[in-house]
C-alpha cells in the first residue's frame, strides 16, 4: 500500500473541523466531481476528513459525507496503530472486482448505530491519485476492499442501507435509530 506523507493524530477531537451529513441530507445523494489538481486545498480537505473521521471512530470516509462535492476518500482500518498510516484515494475508480462474493456487516457515519448485512466482492482493484497527484494502484481483499467499495459508492450518491437484502432488518434497525426508509433507494444486486 502507498504510504502517506499526511500525517493525523488518530486521536478524537471535541469539536472535529467537519459535519458528517446523515441520511436524507442530499449531499449523500449527489454524483462527486473529479478533483481537477491535487494542491494543498485538496491535501487540508484529506487532513479535516481524517480528524472527522478519527473523532467519529471511523475508518472510512468519503468527501460528499461532509457535505464536500469531490472524489475524495480517507480510510484507516486500523485506528489502534498511531503508526499506520491511513489511505488517501483521489478520483479513486474500480478497474476490476473478484474473488467471492461475500456477506459482511458494515456500518456508515452518515447512518449512526445501524449496522446490517450487505454482499460485495471479496477483492478489487482501484485506480487512484494520491495526495501528491501520483497515479497509484491499489489490488486488495477483505476488509479493505469492503471500505473501498463503500466509499465508492458514496462518490456515486449510494449508500450501504441501498444495497441492503434484509428488507425487515433493514425498516427495524432505521426505525429504532429514528431513520426512515423513504430516504433509502434500494439496489438489487
Known amino acids: 500500500m502507498p504510504a502517506t506523507l499526511i500525517k493525523v493524530s488518530k486521536k478524537k477531537l471535541k469539536n472535529p473541523p467537519l459535519k458528517v451529513c446523515k441520511l436524507g441530507d442530499r449531499h449523500l445523494r449527489q454524483p462527486a466531481k473529479r478533483v481537477s489538481k491535487v494542491n494543498d486545498e485538496i491535501r487540508e480537505i484529506a487532513v479535516q476528513m481524517l480528524q472527522t473521521m478519527y473523532s467519529d471512530n471511523g475508518i472510512g470516509l468519503a468527501a460528499p459525507q461532509v457535505g464536500i462535492n469531490k472524489q475524495i476518500i480517507v480510510i484507516d482500518c486500523d485506528l489502534e496503530n498511531e503508526n499506520a498510516p491511513p489511505l488517501i484515494l483521489i478520483n479513486p475508480e474500480l478497474k476490476s472486482s473478484g474473488g467471492d462474493i461475500v456477506l459482511g456487516e458494515e456500518g456508515c457515519l452518515s447512518v449512526p448505530d445501524v449496522f446490517l448485512d450487505v454482499q ?46 434484509n428488507a425487515i ?3 427495524k434497525e432505521l426505525t429504532k435509530h429514528g431513520f426512515t426508509l423513504e430516504d433509502v433507494q434500494s439496489i438489487k444486486s
Open 169 to 171: 432488518a433493514l425498516k
Open 120 to 165: 460485495r466482492p471479496d477483492q478489487i482493484t482501484v485506480n487512484f491519485r494520491d495526495e501528491e497527484g501520483r497515479p497509484q494502484t491499489l489490488t486488495t481483499e477483505g476488509i479493505l476492499a469492503r471500505v473501498i467499495q463503500h466509499e465508492l459508492d458514496h462518490l456515486n450518491g449510494v449508500l450501504f442501507v441501498d444495497r441492503v437484502q
